[in-house]
């Protein structure tokens, strides 16, 4: 994989697939993120989405200031050959040639990997991450990814990732999810199904996760009840994963992090009287430092650190 990095050439292509908006920039080795874009993930079928990441990546090409070592993608669900394998949210875009395509149209070197292990990945090198020797990462946005690193090394147990461990059952008779399970913790912990409940607790047509996080910081009842909810929940998941996987540190990643404290604080209690003694004595729980744009630095950053991947 070390020849996939081209001396002198700092800055890659960073693409974030995800299950509702695609997001794409310039990354370099540092972390510095420019030109930033993003358009909705949705589209007619799977070539025709590849069609809006080239046009847009074009654009990011003729914008550089510097040169391009290569392309690197990271796209919600499982990953092979090239291509989205599964993911219940996309399914659409399962089988698509996404690597293929875009190093053939842009005439450069394309890593593609789950966005579980690119958000894992930014964490560990840009912020909590930093120190631990075995690293979890829970990031939560349209489905609940988990990644993590052990002993410097992601973790790869199935399908190029660590299985997925977002759809970890926290309430057997809880709602279905989209994989066909129930109960979920995805299915109770995406920002949009939170989202969502929280514009049918409100009576109102429409709701951002956004709306929901800043009427909690403003001590709206509803929306704190609802965050704590969450936190709950997420507590279950987290110390579920710590018994099988016994990190010694675990973050809460993505745009469910955007809750901030009242998340932290509901997932830690439930996480401390839900873990058993063994992992508990090991594992910190802890709000991740990357935000929005830890999946496009975590891509960037698999690209330039080869032998992490």
């Known amino acids: 994989m070390t020849d996939r990095l081209i001396s002198g050439e700092p800055s890659v292509i960073a693409i974030d697939i995800g299950g509702g908006s695609t997001k794409l920039a310039l990354v370099d080795r540092q972390g510095e993120i420019r030109?930033?874009?993003?358009?909705?993930?949705?589209?007619?079928?799977?070539?025709?989405?590849?069609?809006?990441?080239?046009?847009?990546?074009?654009?990011?090409?003729?914008?550089?200031?510097?040169?391009?070592?290569?392309?690197?993608?990271?796209?919600?669900?499982f990953v092979a050959d090239g291509a989205l394998e599964f993911n219940a949210n996309l399914p659409w875009l399962e089988g698509a040639p996404i690597a293929p395509r875009l190093a053939?149209?842009?005439?450069?070197?394309?890593?593609?990997?789950?966005?579980?292990?690119?958000?894992?990945?930014?964490e560990y090198i840009f912020g909590q991450g930093q120190g631990s020797s075995r690293f979890l990462c829970l990031t939560g946005g349209t489905g609940l990814g988990v990644g993590m690193i052990a002993q410097g090394k992601l973790l790869r147990i199935a399908h190029g990732c660590i299985g997925d461990a977002g759809h970890v059952i926290v309430s057997p008779e809880g709602p279905a999810c989209s994989c066909g399970g129930r109960g979920c913790a995805e299915a109770l912990l995406?920002?949009?199904?939170?989202?969502?409940?929280?514009?049918?607790?409100?009576?109102?047509?429409?709701?951002?996760?956004?709306?929901?996080?800043?009427?909690?910081?403003?001590?709206?009842p509803q929306a704190l009840t609802l965050i704590e909810e969450a936190g709950y929940?997420?507590?279950?998941?987290?110390?579920?994963?710590?018994?099988?996987?016994?990190?010694?540190?675990?973050?809460?990643?993505?745009?469910?992090?955007?809750?901030?404290?009242?998340?932290?604080?509901?997932?830690?209690?439930?996480?401390r009287s839900h873990g058993g003694f063994f992992p508990l004595a090991r594992a910190s729980l802890v709000l991740a430092k990357k935000g929005e744009h830890a999946t496009l630095?975590?891509?960037?950053?698999?690209?330039?650190?080869?032998?992490?991947?």
């Open 104 to 122: 053939k149209e842009l005439g450069l070197p394309v890593l593609i990997d789950a966005d579980s292990n690119a958000a894992c990945v930014a």
């Open 190 to 220: 995406s920002t949009a199904t939170l989202a969502k409940r929280y514009a049918e607790l409100t009576s109102r047509p429409k709701h951002s996760f956004r709306a929901l996080v800043e009427d909690a910081k403003l001590g709206k």
């Open 35 to 77: 030109n930033w874009q993003s358009f909705s993930t949705q589209a007619p079928s799977g070539l025709e989405f590849i069609d809006k990441v080239l046009t847009a990546s074009r654009q990011l090409q003729t914008e550089a200031d510097m040169p391009i070592a290569g392309v690197s993608v990271a796209v919600a669900g």
């Open 297 to 309: 630095l975590g891509a960037a950053a698999s690209f330039f650190h080869p032998a992490l991947v």
């Open 233 to 271: 929940w997420l507590g279950i998941a987290a110390a579920s994963l710590a018994t099988i996987l016994l990190p010694d540190r675990i973050a809460i990643a993505g745009g469910l992090s955007q809750a901030g404290d009242p998340l932290l604080t509901a997932a830690e209690a439930s996480f």
